[in-house]
């Protein structure tokens, strides 16, 4: 092996470990939202809706529209989840959201099986309804699929939104109505179908980060 082939090989090599550290150093930003075991962390401000831990993933049921939140706000931040939505219902991820009582208000990343096709959409929750909705988006409305866990990606920096379904972009909006607020996972009341949710994380961002 020549010098100069050497040389070659090992700049590559550098480079490599390099990519896999800043890799490693990304996710090991991120928190686990859940543990696979319990809803610690998590709480449920509705009178009916059931929330049960089985094979390191929650499940949602009920017949009535509630949700389960996170007990901590974030502000600007990375979420990642993975749902898996009975063909037929209808769920989805909040963030930047507020609540009472048997009430819950904001952001959120829809999860749709009807044949409209809007999953990944950005739905605002008891206030304005659809911010963007997927209609003449061929290529948004494919990333869900139906009958399948679908692993979701949403970023909220500032007023920038984006929301990535299975590593396809479906929504980049800017908005100012919620700067911080809570994650929630979403049962719509469709009953009998029981929404499971896994690999909840979330990767907190400084104030002064900035999206492109």
């Not at 800043?22 to 543990?35: I, K, N, P, Y």
């Not at 939505?85 to 930047?96: A, K, T």
């Not at 044949?115 to 959409?121: F, I, Q, V």
Request: glycine share 10%; charged share 25%; proline share 3%.
């Amino acid at each position: 092996m020549t010098p100069s082939i050497l040389r070659s090989l090992c700049a590559s090599l550098a480079g490599l470990c390099l990519a896999f550290a800043v890799s490693e150093a990304q996710e090991a930003d991120f928190v686990e939202l859940f543990d696979g075991k319990t809803t610690n962390g998590w709480t449920k401000p509705y009178d009916w809706g059931d929330v049960k831990v089985e094979g390191g993933q929650i499940h949602l049921t009920g017949s009535k529209k509630f949700f389960l939140v996170t007990e901590k706000t974030y502000r600007n931040f990375v979420l990642e989840g993975e749902v898996y939505c009975p063909v037929g219902g209808n769920s989805g991820f909040q963030f930047r959201c507020h609540y009472m009582p048997n009430k819950l208000w904001g952001y959120q990343a829809e999860v749709d099986t009807s044949d409209r096709k809007w999953a990944g959409g950005l739905y605002d929750e008891g206030r304005r309804a659809w911010l963007v909705n997927l209609k003449d988006k061929p290529e948004a409305q494919a990333a869900f699929k139906n009958g399948e866990w679908n692993q979701y990606r949403i970023e909220a920096v500032g007023d920038h939104l984006k929301i990535f379904v299975n590593g396809v972009q479906t929504v980049d909006f800017h908005d100012s109505m919620d700067a911080e607020g809570h994650i929630a996972i979403q049962h719509h009341g469709e009953k009998g179908l029981t929404y499971k949710f896994r690999n909840l994380r979330v990767k907190v961002l400084p104030d002064s980060t900035s999206s492109k």
